[in-house]
């Protein structure tokens, strides 16, 4: 059993969508039972986003799905079509009716339970069901949306359920050992682990998305990432191989959409970073880096990084909790980047945050901040200077292709 989901470049227009039937086509014949999630055509769930924009102030939720959804809807038929053009009995199907029962929160539901019993069904009957992404139905029998990057949930949900494996097709090969447009000599893996992976989509790896691999990683689905393209295999993201030697570093990854803000002067007593974090968090600000030095004569510095896109309003919210708290002043820097290295061997290898730091002296770049996990390395750095660093720590962990 293969759920094979495929992304919004994988179905853009009416030739891609028949390539699409024609390798599932194949799969079936080859005699796999297959089940297939797609996302809307193209940059169609940006297109309804941006219409409901133009039209409505409010855009209430259950409106917004019902909208969003419609996307996903279109893109089924449309595949079932060409599926039958090729002589293979195939059935859309909304989320709601492929049995996606989600809670109420709409643009951003998550999914309750899977029904798959028509799903089931149907594959029985010897025909290919195709789902509509990123949708379900709410508790209280409304249209929801997953929320972006949800089909990704909706192909890994369904393999759970069916007991199958999942294929996420899309326009890149595979998982990269970093971003193969900004470093060419960047490898496809073939293979990473569910934590290591995770850790890369927190350090900004697009794709695939984090909530899916969360998913996967708790219900034990294999994921195979691979193009629509070329059709290649690509990489499987699966449970660590305790039998196989981890990588010291698998990827480097560099996210410059982030900026910084430094709260200097910071009296040192309890509950003064719950304060600052609590107004943020009130306003829905997703911070991610934090750190607070060791305090002299009673006051630190903390430093935090953020989108770069939530600066403006997140600023004067800082300003006004560090004149509460009797901070001295809000420092800002708007473009700054995050460069992280993923490996699960740096559990036990000494000496990686050493390499890293060598590496970027060595080539002039200069560390803002540091942050660590048992299996990341973060640091941030001047924004102009993310791919430089990124390129140099690929090269120096041994990860340029040959
Ligand atoms: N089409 C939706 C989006 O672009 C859902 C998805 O494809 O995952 O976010
Ligand atoms: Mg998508």
Redesign the pocket.
Known sequence: MVVQKF??TSVADPERIREVADHVARTVRRGDQVVVVV??MGKE?DELLHLASQVSKTRPGREMDMLITA??RKATALLCMALHDLGVPADSFTGSQAGFLTDTNHMNAKILEVRADRIRAAVDAGRVPVVG??QGVSTENDVTFLG?????TTAVALAEALGGVCELYTDVSGVFTTDPRVVPVARRMTRISFDEMLEMCAAGCPKP?MRAVEFARTHGVPLHVRSAFTWEPGTWIIEEDPEMEDAIVSGVVGDDSEAKITITQVPDRPGVSAKVFRALASADVNVDMIVQNVSEQGHTDISFTLPSGELATVLPLTEQVAVEIGADRVLSDPSIAKVSLVGAGMRTNPGVAATVFETLAANGINIEMISTSAIRISVVVAGDQCDKAVAVLHTAFGLDAA
């Open positions: 992304g919004g996302s809307a769930t996307g996903e992404g990123a972006r990057g949800g089909s990704d998305a």
